[in-house]
Every structure is written in structure tokens, then in C-alpha cells.
């Protein structure tokens, strides 16, 4: 599976974004997904994932009930709509997918079978 994550860019604080990531390749829908990220100076970060079957979704308490998790298994994409964003939300994010989703690695940013580019967001106050 090839991912690329796509949709970062220059936002002012409180507004919103939707990342994207694509996958092709091997069959995407077999797959959890989730999005990480990672700031200057900072280790990578677990934001949220999703299972495959688009059911169950998990956060990351410092993003819960902003950020929203989802998929479209028939696009081979995932999506992280982002809202009420914050200066320290400035980072380069990442999607990547796995074949079981397992809280503690992958709050590590541990068990990933694939990852993708990551792209910028930068928050401005």
C-alpha cells in the first residue's frame, strides 16, 4: 500500500482543514488507519485512528472533539477533518495503515505496516 497524505497548508487559529490520504496499491479497505503527526523538536504524535470497517474510531485526548476521523473504503482514502485548530497544532502530518489496530503501539507510533509523506500544517495565532 502507497499512501500520500494531501490538504496541509497556512490557516489562521480557529479555523478548519480536512486532510486527505490516498492509498493505492494492495487492498485498502483490510486496513486501520491512522494519522499522526509530528512537530519541530517533537516526537511523532498518535492523533486518531479508524478500523476498517469505518465502525470505531479513537482519539488522542488533546485533539478529541475537534478533529473527526473517517474513510472512504470505495475512494481508498481516509480523511482527518480538522476544526478550531490551534498555533500548537503547527505540524507535519502523517497517515499510515495497519493490519490491527492496537492502542498502545500505536500510541507510540509503534506496529504501522505503511506510511505515508506527510504534509504541513502550520496554525498562525
Known amino acids: 500500500v502507497q499512501l500520500q497524505a494531501y490538504g496541509g497548508g497556512l490557516v489562521q487559529a480557529g479555523g478548519s482543514l480536512r486532510l486527505s490520504c490516498a492509498a493505492s496499491g494492495r487492498r485498502f479497505s483490510g486496513y486501520a488507519m491512522g494519522w499522526f503527526r509530528q512537530a519541530p523538536g517533537k516526537e511523532r504524535e498518535f492523533l486518531s485512528a479508524?478500523?476498517?470497517?469505518?465502525?470505531?474510531?479513537y482519539y488522542e485526548d488533546s485533539v478529541k472533539g475537534r478533529f473527526t476521523i473517517s474513510r472512504d473504503n470505495a475512494k481508498n482514502t481516509a480523511y482527518l477533518q480538522m476544526n478550531a485548530l490551534k498555533p500548537e497544532d503547527t505540524a507535519v502530518y502523517y497517515c499510515?495503515?495497519?493490519?490491527?489496530?492496537?492502542?498502545?503501539?500505536w500510541g507510540e507510533g509503534k506496529d504501522m505496516d505503511y506510511w505515508g509523506k506527510g504534509t504541513q500544517v502550520t496554525v498562525s495565532s
Open positions: 499510515a495503515a495497519g493490519s490491527h489496530y492496537i492502542a498502545r503501539l
Open positions: 479508524i478500523l476498517w470497517s469505518a465502525g470505531s474510531a
